[in-house]
């Protein structure tokens, strides 16, 4: 992920013609000022509430409770541009810093919070605007049909608990295709493996995953004044667009994905090694594969690229490698 802009608010000019410098003028354009110089008011508020709730912040929970009004404002504004008036899904509302700001338009408003006494300060907050709720429980037992019953589209908003965010990124795709759009903040170096590309060292197993089922784009980073507590490390939202990887099949995915997350657990081992350790197969039948693919077995399981990891699971399940019950 190329570094995101995280101070001044100046709109740099662009500095050459080229197609992909103006696209990288734009998109600096795009990252102007993080948050942690928020209104003072606004961050002493949160522990005042917290005192006043008895709350104490759970690392477990991963709570770091946003204090700046204006990520609030721009995070829901991302939310507004796709619909002002569509649904939304908020996971983990917290005190409802993003809450009432994403209902104010009268839209639904479903919060799914884990930890019951911010969920009874959201309802309060939520009284107000009767197309919103509070869910009560742990986002990861949701479906949202059950959520949001019919079959509009939704859009998914969170600051995502830090102890939960592969899962939660998992779940949000597993929704299927009514989550037409998710604005997730997440630790900075999450956000790096999320966007990575291959080779880089950040290019993993859930890099491999996200670009066979999503269009992931980093928008901007928010600096750790911007919480209370603060949290050790920059945070940074993220727009993930579910799709399939184009031109592929539901069992390519899911034997890709297989196969990057057993090959890329050893990250120093080569291909061939890796592969064969991953499914528990013989030296020579990984090889072979691997052969078929045209991919050499000393590369490194992280320098593949996607369209290689799809070649690879194409000519593994064609070798009858893989059962039905491997494409789960
Ligand atoms: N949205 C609020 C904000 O921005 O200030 C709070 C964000 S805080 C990083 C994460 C929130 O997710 C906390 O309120 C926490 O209690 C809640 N949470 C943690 N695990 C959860 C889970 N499995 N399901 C639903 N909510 C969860």
Redesign the pocket.
């Known amino acids: 992920m190329p570094p995101l802009e995280a101070s001044s608010g100046s709109r740099r000019a662009r500095r050459a013609p080229s197609p992909a410098r103006e696209r990288a003028a734009e998109r600096k354009q795009r990252l102007r000022p993080t948050a942690g110089t928020g209104d003072p008011a606004a961050t002493s508020g949160?522990p005042a509430v917290l005192r006043s709730l008895d709350v104490r912040p759970?690392r477990r929970?991963?709570?770091?409770?946003?204090?700046d009004p204006r990520v609030?404002e721009r995070i829901a504004a991302l939310a507004d541009e796709v619909d002002p008036r569509g649904a939304v899904v908020?996971?983990?509302?917290?005190?409802?810093?993003?809450?009432e700001r994403l209902a104010r338009s009268g839209r639904p408003v479903i919060a799914?919070?884990?930890?019951h006494r911010?969920a009874e300060r959201v309802e309060t907050v939520l009284a107000a605007h009767p197309a919103s709720r509070v869910v009560r429980?742990?986002?990861?037992e949701q479906e949202l049909a059950a959520l949001l019953p019919g079959d509009a589209p939704v859009t998914v908003v969170?600051?995502?608990?830090?102890?939960?965010t592969t899962?939660?990124i998992e779940w949000v795709l597993a929704q299927g295709p009514r989550v037409r759009v998710a604005y997730l903040?997440v630790q900075r170096e999450v956000a790096q493996r999320m966007t990575a590309v291959p080779g880089g060292k950040e290019f993993g197993s859930l890099s491999v995953f996200l670009t066979l089922h999503a269009r992931i784009e980093a928008l901007f980073r928010v600096s750790p004044g911007a919480?209370h507590p603060r949290p050790e490390v920059d945070s940074v939202v993220v727009r993930m667009e579910p799709r399939p990887y184009p031109g592929t099949t539901a069992v390519e995915r899911a034997d890709a994905e297989r196969l990057a997350r057993a090959a890329t657990v050893g990250r120093r081992k080569t291909i061939g090694n890796a592969l064969a350790r991953g499914l528990g197969i013989a030296a020579e039948a990984s090889r072979e594969v691997l052969r078929t693919s045209g991919i050499d077995p000393t590369r490194r399981g992280e320098a593949l690229s996607v369209e290689e990891w799809l070649a690879l699971a194409r000519a593994w399940r064609a070798g009858g490698a893989a059962t039905g019950e491997d494409a789960r």
């Open positions: 949160v759970s929970l991963g709570q770091n409770f946003l204090t609030a908020e996971i983990g509302p917290g005190l409802g810093a993003l809450t799914v919070e884990l930890d911010l429980g742990d986002i990861l969170a600051n995502l608990p830090y102890s939960i899962p939660a903040m919480f």
